[in-house]
């Protein structure tokens, strides 16, 4: 597993972001708009993004009729909720949003064959992570966040990691995306045709040491984390 962001030969690897947040978002105040993220998305040279939300799908046609204007594949995404533990499902539909319970889960996987269901920041502090319940559950997903949010003296990450390799899951880079500036804090590559069928295939049959993903990333500082937990706070505040 790659966590860095040293040269190597990247060809035949997409960049890919899988977890992003926009205006219309249902939980925190975003600014920009979700063209506004798929602008910066091709200045940075993605080559898939998808727009995850909290509790709702921001995907229309012309948003992926626009993104693939810019050389973008975008894939429908949300960060759900089952009993307040926060999920990012991937390749999804609008149904997705009536998922109450691990159960309903566990049905709408069974007729969604080629979603992507994946445990964002699953050890990290706070009521919204899902903790023990990735363990109870760790069928119902298909892949484990590596978030942004570490430093070089403290990684929720690493109880993530162990997961991952116990249960031969692969694991995700992400930016967990609420300002602009940061989409590029953390990212996946991933060798595999530029079609989601086959993005979501390759995702799904890697493991943890899987050579087919790199994640890049890097820890960063006590403050800059404070910063941007601030920054969304106070955006959040004037929002009410």
Do not use: W
Not at 195 to 209: A, C, L, M, R
């Amino acid at each position: 597993m790659e966590t860095s962001k040293k040269s190597f030969d990247t060809t035949g690897f997409l960049k890919c972001q899988f977890h992003t947040h926009a205006e219309g978002d249902l939980l925190d105040h975003i600014s920009h708009t979700p063209k506004e993220l798929i602008d910066k998305a091709k200045k940075l040279r993605y080559d898939v993004l998808s727009i995850t939300s909290h509790r709702t799908v921001i995907f229309t046609k012309e948003l992926e009729s626009y993104a693939k204007k810019k050389g973008i594949l975008l894939i429908p995404g949300i960060e759900f909720e089952i009993n307040g533990k926060h999920i990012l499902g991937i390749n999804i539909d609008k149904k997705i949003k009536k998922i109450k319970t691990f159960e309903n889960l566990k049905k709408y996987k069974s007729t969604h064959k080629n979603c992507l269901i994946i445990a964002p920041h699953p050890f990290f502090p706070g009521k919204v992570t899902l903790k023990k319940n990735l363990q109870s559950n760790i069928e119902l997903f298909d892949a484990i966040e590596y978030s942004f949010c570490y430093t070089s003296t403290k990684n929720y990450n690493k109880k993530a990691e162990s997961m991952a390799k116990k249960h031969k899951l692969p694991m995700i880079a992400t930016a967990d995306c609420h300002d602009l500036e940061n989409l590029d804090i953390s990212y996946s590559l991933i060798k595999s045709q530029k079609t989601t069928n086959q993005i979501i295939e390759k995702i799904k049959k890697s493991s943890f040491s899987n050579k087919k993903i790199k994640l890049i990333s890097q820890p960063i500082s006590y403050f800059k984390i404070a910063k941007l937990i601030a920054k969304q706070e106070i955006k959040n505040f004037f929002k009410k």
